[in-house]
């Protein structure tokens, strides 16, 4: 291992990292362990590239220095960024899985106990058939999840790395409550979000922005697409910051006009979910039991609404095409799993189909303590309601006006949201107040 002090962690992060690796490899009796995942590489070494559609691997020995097999082109990212020193890369003309299988030969592993990511979105079929064809001294295992054990359980030093994240996303979404109103673009409101995040010291995320309006927000995993918002509509947004491939998000609902009952209903059962969550979940619980305390408030409601999907999952480092992780763990019914200090959860308590035709959320980006646990967020959690008017009313009168010229915006309690904020995360009683705007999306 080349030691230096310019990567995402401490030093002493990464050495710790690979030494729980090989605990575990050898408590499962592999010699090497064939690492695919872009998440994990990132884990592991903090190499990332866009570039990953290309093969790439990680080859940790038990006990020896371990290498990396990548594009040419990559082989760049892997001096810059990471402590590796050992490098196996191949020309675009050539093969990756006989450049691994070579270099396995090369480094003494050939008739060795070898495992590899069975089920990683970046180790195909056909590259699988390919080294089990040409890897024939010793024996191939999967070890899918090796890896994912260490990462569900985030650091200190992690837990600072998303705080980073979660002011990208509040200042993301705060961007979109201000713009958000009738009469602009679901493109400008995306537009908004994504500028802010990134002034916010945010990075490309896994996944942009969630915004949609209206009927728009039946669809599932809709993004925008140049729909007007209308007067009295509701703008659905979710946003997730993301800050060296960490990420937080949240989901937040604007208003465009009337706070209806069933509308002011649905905010109040998801804000219930949400302090329910804050009140009870702890080290102890099960996977199951989270589900069940979200899934039994949400399902509880008289909008005719219900909860389609998981109702969170574990989130942290990701690369696109998502920002959750979750394939490590998935907050859903039957799953026996104990939570742990330090597993960090984006907790989904939305409601699909108030009414029969909208979709509307709020969510919260959560980490488990020692005896409880904790937002990241501080953003209050109330529906944003703007008046119905908005840009389409401006425009005919006056020319329009810019969104920061537009008429406060109040809360689903009818508060104006000026008027002050405690940082309790919307964890109890606190006056209301954001700045101006809101809105939101869903990434089950």
Request: charged letters at 25%; one cysteine or more.
């Amino acid at each position: 291992m080349r030691q230096r002090d310019d990567m995402t962690f401490p030093f002493e992060e990464y050495e710790r990292r690979l030494r729980e690796l090989r605990e575990r490899m050898a408590a499962r009796l592999l010699d090497a362990v064939v690492i695919t995942d872009p998440e994990n590489l990132m884990y592991l070494t903090d190499y990332q590239t866009t570039g990953y559609s290309f093969f790439q691997a990680l080859v940790v020995p038990l006990e020896d220095e371990p290498f990396m097999i990548t594009r040419h082109l990559e082989e760049s990212n892997i001096h810059a960024r990471t402590w590796v020193e050992k490098t196996r890369p191949y020309p675009d003309t050539g093969d990756a899985i006989q450049m691994l299988v070579e270099a396995l030969r090369e480094f003494g592993l050939s008739d060795k106990t070898v495992g590899y990511e069975r089920n990683s979105y970046f180790f195909p079929a056909y590259h699988q058939d390919a080294i089990h064809t040409t890897f024939r001294d010793g024996r191939l295992i999967d070890c899918f999840g090796i890896v994912e054990e260490g990462r569900v359980c985030k650091s200190p030093a992690e837990i600072e790395i998303m705080r980073r994240a979660a002011k990208a996303t509040e200042a993301g979404m705060r961007a979109g409550f201000e713009v958000c109103e009738a009469g602009v673009t679901e493109n400008e409101i995306g537009a908004a979000i994504s500028a802010a995040m990134f002034r916010a010291g945010g990075e490309p995320p896994a996944v942009m922005p969630y915004v949609v309006s209206g009927p728009r927000s039946m669809i599932g995993h809709a993004t925008w697409e140049g729909r007007t918002v209308q007067p009295g509509e509701h703008v659905f947004m979710e946003v997730g910051g993301c800050f060296r491939r960490y990420h937080t998000a949240m989901m937040r609902t604007v208003i465009c006009g009337e706070l209806t009952d069933a509308m002011a209903q649905a905010q109040e059962r998801m804000k219930f979910a949400l302090d329910e969550v804050h009140a009870q979940v702890q080290p102890g619980l099960t996977v199951s039991d989270v589900d069940n305390l979200v899934r039994n408030i949400i399902t509880d409601n008289m909008v005719g609404a219900s909860l389609i999907t998981r109702s969170g999952y574990s989130i942290g480092i990701a690369f696109p095409p998502s920002w959750d992780e979750g394939y490590i763990v998935s907050l859903k019914q039957g799953d026996s799993r104990v939570l742990r200090e330090g597993m960090t959860f984006h907790i989904l308590p939305w409601m699909w189909g108030v009414e029969g035709d909208k979709t509307v959320g709020i969510s919260d980006t959560i980490r488990v303590t020692a005896d409880g646990c904790e937002s990241f967020f501080s953003l209050d959690r109330d529906f944003v309601v703007k008046p119905a008017s908005g840009k389409a009313a401006g425009d005919r009168a006056a020319g329009g006006r810019k969104a920061s010229e537009a008429a406060p915006a109040v809360n689903g309690k009818g508060e104006d949201k000026d008027r002050g904020k405690d940082h309790d995360g919307g964890n109890g009683p606190r006056s209301a107040r954001y700045e101006k705007g809101a809105t939101h999306a869903e990434s089950d």
